[in-house]
């Protein structure tokens, strides 16, 4: 960008002067792409001094902090439950945080940590169930009692990721129904889920975080709260930048704090979030002026079990696209579903336009930056096994023309009761075991082809060994060749070498 | 049809039910059934032709019981919704929608009860399963 673009035009002290005096001019985000698009980003930024963004969704990585104040005689809170949901302890003697996704012990995933969290901001009752230490100076070990969020000395919203500036889309490939993250994904492309905001998203209208970290005060849960820094797997060279925020839960509307439930995956919390940005500069007027068209994110196949960034990626889409409807896939029309709100985002938008513009929220500059160069990398499994540390590699196999009786033969000389029968380029094409033998001996037959299994149940090198164990428990096998990206054998992994294994270990 | 079939006081020891299906040729798919010492309630799908559906309801009332026919209907809570869309793309019949202001609208006249595909996936239950009696 040219130096003219970063050309200060305003500063937040201007801004917030006009909102005192009540002739500042707010747009929301959407309403700022009509308008640079129209106009240009020049005239816009002479214009408009803050354009105000919006996101509503299922933000899992969110909770609240919660202070319970000293009972007579003390606890110290070794574990405690609100309404049966357990929250982490681990802190001070009563403090302690509830997670949104944490179930209930009692109701599972269809009362979550997202909902203790909703009914508190509702001023509900809540049942607290506390299992305390013992010691000396705080001798409770059980407590019963009831509160509500106006007991509590502090409720503060602490959300280690919320507001992701944009997000994968999903669908599946495979032939059943699956149950995500992503809401329910039918079979063989039946449908794509999608979730943020796009153009109304906060981070989407400042990707540079030029004035968008730590210390900026947003629209939290229907209150004041701020940005407090990158949220966790902030990733902004990908422009999948995430924020953590905080605010004070005991201000929030439970219209922008809702418990929700995803079938068969858990409970999570949809929470608002709204950002101003502040046109300091022609830069942000022509940023914020992006459209949903400009924006792209990736379909990747939740029907393949493999961690988000090896999952295969169907194509590229915009959210122009994505909020059509429809989206073609392999030249099919599928319809889409998007799994958070933009009536909300948008609904959050305008409110903080409308504060804003009647003088109640005023702009803050972050007192520090968020890091522009963080990368998010995957877990190291330094401690977990794999097939490969574990497999026998000189694999014995057989073929398919081979005799019953020699086969009997090498089994009982090698001591082995699986056998992969493989073709002439030792691509896998069966697997013999030691009861299939005696099981041809039964029944008289001679060669393998008549009773070798040739649906195979495989493992891959780089395979936990806890799927394996899962593969064979599932399957209720005892041994899996190993084999290559072209089905080749290249070792053999079965239930006694599981046990060798975790049984020297443990 | 779903019909609820309530049964009561010297009635219930009677094979009404049994009888019923003998004598229509109807099937009975029990979908939930509650006896108690002289009340007996009981939720059927009663699957056959037209004909023998209806004979099969006026049978079990010349017997003495009552039925009630109705169906199930899929609605909006609008307390609830969160406008999030989750469902849209799940139903087979079109019967949900986004209009332009981004609103979640569900369009009972395509609704066809039955999948409930929209009522397990909604993330706030504001999808609910009425019955309406016909």
Redesign the interface.
Known sequence: MSNDKKKPIRTIEEINEKIKKGDVVVVTADEMTKIVKEEGAEKAAKEIDVVTTGT???MCSSGAFLNFGHSDPPVKIKRVWLNDVEATAGLAAVDAYIGATRPSRTLGIEYGGGHVIEDLVKGKEIEVEIEGYGTDCYPVKKLETIITIHDLNQAIMVNPRNAYQKYAAATNSSDRTIYTYM??L?PNY????FSGAGELSPLMNDPDYETIGLGTRIFLGGAQGYVIGEGTQHNPKTQFGTLMVKGNLKEMDPRYV??????RYGS?L?IGVGIPIPILNVGLAEKTGISDEEIFVPIVDYGVPRRADLRPVVRKVSYAELKS?KVEINGMSV??????????A?EIAETLKKWIEQGEFFLTLPVERVPLDREFRPMPLRKTLRVKDVMVRDVITAKESDSIENVAKIMIEKEINHLPVVDENNKLVGIVTSWDISKAVAQGLDTLDKIMTREVITATEDEPLEEVAKKLSKFNISGLPVVDKEKKVIGIITSSDLSRVWGSKK | MKVRILVEKDKVSEPIISKTIYKTGAQFYIIEAKVEKDKKELTVEIIGDKEQVDEAIENLEKSGAKVKKFIERVTIDRDLC?????????CPWYAIE?KD????VHLPEKCIPGCE?CV??C???ALVKREFEV
Do not use: H, Q
Not at chain 1, 335 to 344: L, Y
Not at chain 2, 101 to 104: A, D, S, Y
């Open positions: 509503f969704g299922m809401g329910t039918l039946g449908n794509v889920t809702r418990g929700a439930t995803v079938y999570s949809f409807g319809r889409t579903s998007p799994v958070s709100s933009f009536k909300m948008k | 969160v406008d999030c869309g989750a469902c849209v793309s799940l986004i202001n981004w609103e979640v595909l397990t996936a993330p706030v239950k």
